[in-house]
């Protein structure tokens, strides 16, 4: 029997995994911690102390860049581990996204710049 090891298997697990465990939540824009809470209308990170009222504006960025074309306001709290629906509401109206769908269920599209 000859043993054989296929290294592509290995590279997508790791990928896989890099992927939920690297692109959820918001990154901290001052050490490399993830994820940033929310505190007060701004995030703070638990580790350095650093707060940012801006840093969801990247993270929602990146999950354009890398995980859909659209997002839900569901897909929001998720992606930035917010509880509030008003508060994802807020940060996705602020930024102006162009909206698919009626009142229940609208998608938020990925800017075409
Ligand atoms: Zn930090």
């Given at each position: 029997?000859?043993?054989?090891?296929?290294?592509?298997?290995?590279?997508?697990?790791?990928?896989?995994?890099?992927?939920?465990?690297?692109?959820?939540?918001?990154?901290?824009?001052?050490?490399?911690?993830?994820?940033?809470?929310?505190?007060?209308?701004?995030?703070?990170?638990?580790?350095?102390?650093?707060?940012?009222?801006?840093?969801?504006?990247?993270?929602?960025?990146?999950?354009?860049?890398?995980?859909?074309?659209h997002l839900t306001n569901s897909e929001l709290r998720n992606f930035l581990h917010l509880n509030s629906r008003n508060t994802a509401y807020k940060m996705?109206?602020?930024?102006?996204?162009?909206?698919?769908?009626?009142?229940?269920?609208?998608?938020?599209?990925?800017?075409?710049?």
């Amino acid at each position: 029997m000859k043993y054989h090891h296929d290294p592509d298997i290995d590279i997508l697990t790791a990928y896989s995994l890099t992927k939920i465990d690297i692109l959820t939540g918001v990154r901290c824009g001052n050490c490399p911690h993830i994820p940033m809470i929310r505190v007060s209308a701004s995030w703070s990170c638990p580790k350095c102390r650093y707060s940012s009222k801006t840093a969801h504006i990247k993270a929602i960025h990146e999950y354009f860049l890398l995980l859909n074309n659209h997002l839900t306001n569901s897909e929001l709290r998720n992606f930035l581990h917010l509880n509030s629906r008003n508060t994802a509401y807020k940060m996705l109206k602020s930024l102006q996204y162009e909206t698919q769908g009626g009142t229940k269920s609208v998608n938020y599209s990925k800017p075409k710049r």
